[in-house]
């Protein structure tokens, strides 16, 4: 290839990268690589010293018609790109509002027995349930009276209340929303009741005087205990990803006939045995049973027409087996560093019921 073939490649692909560059440095970077000092046109008028003297003439004479060419070329292309860029500024300086919030980043992780709660929630409003929701300050009637637990039934004894002293009590179960949901709702009716429960424990590994319930309640025709185990093993498997090993186990509470624990293979162990089981390989989780007949009376419900279950799961509990947390007082602790859950953080965002996104 002649020179003069050179310096008609070299100007037409500096005309096309100068047209192609979309800002100032990008057009900087393409002149300096034809008209710098190692640019090709640059190389090319010092070979010319090779040439014949007439043929350097020529060659000169495009070389440099070409060069001033370019020069004016990206000059004109800068001055465009400039203000493109000028303008750009300008509108941006225009559309700000300084008045406009700043924009904080998000802080914190969502709280191991909220993410679980929000689960639950989701999986029985699609299977449409209703979340209700209860007072914290309950009446000795709804608490005890209402759930077949009159004030002289040994069963009393099994939950150190909070007595208050206008006559109330701070709820010891989310089961004193039973009656509340049957009067206002009457049957059928399908619904969950999450919420705090108060017992004057002592705190260890997996008690505590303040933890969180949920509790379940179906009332309709011909409801059996077949429907309430299938109930509880998806509930299961939807909180924790996968079936677990249960087991049903007769279990006595006032307001259930006949009445069940329903209890889980300790996913802190693995089955093996450890404090938080207490050495058993499994961990009470869901008591439940069929709604008990003076129940249903209480709630206005004929216990000859209508059956029901109802069920109570420790939430505190469930979220210390679904994040492997071994010890329940972890979750009330002023160290935060035990409820970093990094699947909380860097997971899928948890999303309530209702559609708000929670983290």
């Given amino acids: ?23 100032p440095q990008q057009l900087a970077q393409a002149q300096s690589a034809v008209l710098g000092r ?21 060659v000169g004479k495009v070389a440099n018609q070409l ?27 225009a559309a700000y509002d300084a008045t406009t919030p700043a924009l904080r980043g998000q802080i914190g992780s969502v709280h191991p027995v909220t993410a679980v709660q929000w689960e639950i929630e989701d999986v ?14 309950d ?3 709804y608490n005890f009276d209402a759930l077949n637990t009159p004030a002289t039934h040994p069963a009393r004894d099994m939950q150190d209340t909070f007595w208050l002293s206008n006559g109330m009590l701070l709820r010891t179960q989310t089961s004193a929303v039973q009656v509340r949901a049957m009067e206002k709702f009457g049957p059928p009716l399908r619904v969950v009741v999450p919420g705090r429960c108060f017992r004057s424990e002592t705190i260890d590994a997996s008690h505590s005087n303040t933890f969180h319930q949920l509790e379940g309640l179906v009332v309709d025709y011909d409801i059996s205990i077949a429907n309430l185990i299938a109930t509880m ?3 299961l498997r939807e909180v924790i990803g996968r079936d677990l090993p249960v087991r049903l186990r007769p279990g006595y509470f006032p307001f259930v006939e006949p009445g069940f624990e329903l209890d889980m293979a300790c996913q802190i162990c693995g089955g093996k045995g450890c404090r938080t089981c207490k050495n058993t390989g499994w961990l009470e989780m869901l008591p439940c049973g069929m709604v008990h007949p003076n129940v249903l009376r209480a709630g206005n419900v004929d216990p000859h027409e209508y059956t029901g279950f109802a069920f109570g799961l420790g939430l505190t509990r469930l979220a210390m087996m ?21 699947e909380l953080l860097y997971g899928p965002p948890v999303v309530s019921p209702d559609g708000r996104k929670k983290g």
């Fill in 67 to 93: 060069k001033q060419e370019l020069t004016e070329l990206f000059a004109a292309r800068r001055q465009a790109l400039q203000s493109a860029v000028d303008r750009r500024r300008q509108q941006e300086a």
């Fill in 233 to 235: 093993k998806l509930l």
């Fill in 38 to 58: 190692k640019g090709s046109l640059t190389q090319l008028l010092r070979a010319m010293g090779t040439l014949e003297p007439s043929q350097r003439v020529e």
């Fill in 139 to 141: 009446s000795e009637y």
């Fill in 1 to 23: 290839m002649s020179l003069l073939e050179q310096i008609e490649q070299i100007g037409q692909q500096a005309r096309q990268t100068a047209e192609q560059a979309d800002d």
């Fill in 322 to 342: 679904k994040y492997g947390i071994g010890d329940i007082r972890t979750l009330t602790s002023p160290d935060l560093r035990g409820l970093v859950r990094p």
């Fill in 124 to 137: 029985f409003t699609r299977l449409g349930f209703t979340v209700e929701s209860g007072p914290e300050m």
